[in-house]
């Protein structure tokens, strides 16, 4: 897929999808990124893997919510390897999928919606814009943003979450059609429910195993079956594929 020495951020890559993600980058030899908020300890140990199988990996403290926090951080990236190939914005606000402590929609407030928006839209917003000059400086780069398959097929309707992912959608269609000409590609990974994460976690049996009934290939995804898609789409066998949202949920959603 011709990754070596790609430089790759990572939003939100301390654990879960995102750590599973810097993981197989640094198996195909990209030079990995891993941006985290609060757990140095664990972000430090995904490095540490990476380059215990011979890769190279850093991880960089910031909040992509805030702006000159996400510039520092892009600014230290492409003074230090000289470029900034891919980013990958899958850092959101912290949210439980649990069915039965969700908030219907006549509880929630507005300020619900904004919380996600902050973590899913202006976060990516920030990571992209700042990547921005630098791509079209290389006439080249891969921007791809992690939103989910319930803006499809809301099975559970987590208001919140799934309208920010929604946005976050349209955001990317935008920056496909407007980066295009300089060699940029834009586009989305919509994970289906993914087993096991700390997300996950608290979603119940039984809608673990209605979610399962429901999906051709009669299981939940994996992290690496996340991470798997955002390296195709990185690569450059994805060089002609913009503006798309790619399912990654077993068949649940199909169009």
């Known amino acids: 897929m011709n990754l070596k020495q790609k430089i790759v951020l990572i939003t939100g890559a301390s654990r879960g999808i ?22 140095e300890h664990l972000a430090g140990k995904v490095v540490r893997e990476i380059e ?9 403290r910031a909040d992509v919510t805030d702006s000159n926090q996400v510039n520092e951080m892009i600014e230290a990236i492409v003074d230090s390897f000289g470029a900034i190939d891919v980013v990958v914005n899958n850092a959101l ?4 999928f649990n069915p039965k402590t969700r908030k219907t929609a006549w509880e929630m407030e507005w ?4 919380k996600q928006w902050e973590g899913s839209v202006r976060g990516a917003y920030n990571i992209c814009k700042a990547a921005m000059p ?19 097929f809301p099975i559970v309707p ?3 979450y799934t309208t920010a992912k929604m ?34 976690h608290e979603t119940k049996e039984d809608v673990r195993n209605e979610i399962i009934q429901l999906t051709p290939l009669h299981r939940l995804a994996q992290p690496k079956d996340i991470a798997g898609s955002v390296l195709f789409l990185a690569s450059d066998l994805a060089s002609f594929i ?3 949202c790619l399912n990654v949920d077993g068949g649940l959603v199909m169009h």
Do not use: W
């Open 167 to 200: 946005s976050l959608l349209g955001y990317t269609r935008n920056l496909a059609k407007e980066l295009g000409g300089f060699g940029i590609t834009v586009n989305a990974v919509a994970p289906g429910l993914t087993y096991p994460t700390d997300s996950s």
């Open 158 to 160: 987590y208001h919140d």
């Open 242 to 244: 913009t503006g798309q």
């Open 93 to 96: 606000s912290h949210y439980t």
């Open 52 to 60: 215990e199988m011979g890769g190279q990996s850093v991880a960089i």
């Open 18 to 39: 995102g750590a599973e993600m810097a993981r197989q980058f640094g198996t195909a030899g990209s030079i990995v990124v891993i941006n985290y908020l609060n757990n």
């Open 111 to 114: 300020e619900d919606y904004n």
């Open 134 to 152: 630098h791509m079209k400086n290389q006439m080249s780069g891969r921007m791809i943003n992690i939103v989910s398959n319930l803006i499809h």
